[in-house]
């Protein structure tokens, strides 16, 4: 039986010699067997080529362990190919794995890889870059950026970063004023942030940043139009008690394709929390059912 790729992304940048054994043992469970290749300065190479090189030899699965943003380079490889992602959720968040209802242990991962089902679902794409959850622009990437500046000069565990990022972010955050075309109507806003979501996600109550379709074949955009850091506060609060539908002060739209405009020349955008430096202005539209991945079985 021809083994089954599966590519890991240490976290830390080293291996995890426990974690591989655990996952060989767990297909072995199952009667497969696991081929382990390592992203990494000391792996077998970077993960894009790796995952690549698989789609190439038309592996039916190509397993990819690993974070949101793990999943999001493996994606933009395979969207569009007939090999099926599988999911072994390693990240912190793990997002696109709940939305999927990937199991997050290793054992319940590998039983949904062996015995679960093909599913095509959308990705959305911004400036020719696929992302699997969302893109955003304003608070979000300078929040990501600021973290990992954080992690790098003192050390700090990533939680704990993210929480002073977040912080100074707030304070010193600038306004975005964004030109947004959708469905042939411009609208001019000055706004903390503009998020862009591959397919609806659920913003308000205890189910918020949720989505209950991934092929629903559109795009979703949220903005707000507060301007102050308690301001921000506040809106989060009306989402967690279920309100925030109700506020003036924040937007959503839902198209297949849209344009954003900032004035700038270039713009940080994240991508799937990964941040990225584009062209502005930005255009985004859906790519239904372009991507096969491993879901539990119906």
Not at 132 to 153: C, D, H, K, W
């Amino acid at each position: 039986m021809t083994p089954i790729p599966i590519i890991l992304n240490p976290g830390a940048g080293s291996r995890d010699v426990a974690r591989e054994e655990e996952i060989r043992l767990a297909f072995a469970s199952h009667g497969f067997s696991a081929e382990i290749r390592n992203a990494g300065e000391d792996g077998d190479g970077d993960l894009t080529s790796l995952v690549r090189a698989c789609a190439t030899e038309r592996c039916p699965v190509v397993v990819v362990g690993g974070g949101d943003g793990s999943l999001h380079a493996a994606a933009g490889v395979l969207a569009g190919t007939d090999s099926a992602l599988g999911i072994l959720p390693f990240g912190t968040l793990n997002n696109f794995a709940k939305d999927l209802a990937v199991p997050l242990g290793v054992e319940g991962a590998v039983a949904v890889i062996v015995a679960g089902g093909i599913r095509s679902v959308d990705v959305g794409e911004a400036n020719g870059q696929v992302f699997i959850n969302n893109a955003s622009l304003g608070l979000y990437p300078s929040v990501v950026r600021r973290r990992e500046e954080i992690r790098q000069r003192l050390g700090r565990s990533k939680w704990s970063a993210y929480a002073i990022a977040l912080w100074r972010a707030l304070l010193h955050y600038r306004l975005l004023h964004v030109r947004v075309r959708v469905k042939d109507h411009d609208y001019l806003r000055r706004t903390p942030f503009v998020f862009i979501g591959n397919n609806s996600y659920a913003m308000d109550g205890m189910n918020i940043g949720s989505r209950a379709a991934l092929d629903a074949g559109v795009l979703s955009l949220y903005m707000a139009r507060r301007e102050g850091p308690f301001s921000l506060l506040l809106l989060a609060l009306r989402a967690l008690s279920g309100r925030l539908r109700q506020a003036k002060d924040f937007e959503e739209f839902t198209a297949t394709a849209l344009r954003i405009g900032t004035g700038r020349r270039r713009e940080l955008v994240g991508l799937d929390g990964e941040v990225v430096t584009m062209d502005a202005a930005i255009r985004c539209h859906v790519r239904p059912l372009a991507l096969r991945v491993v879901v539990p079985a119906a």
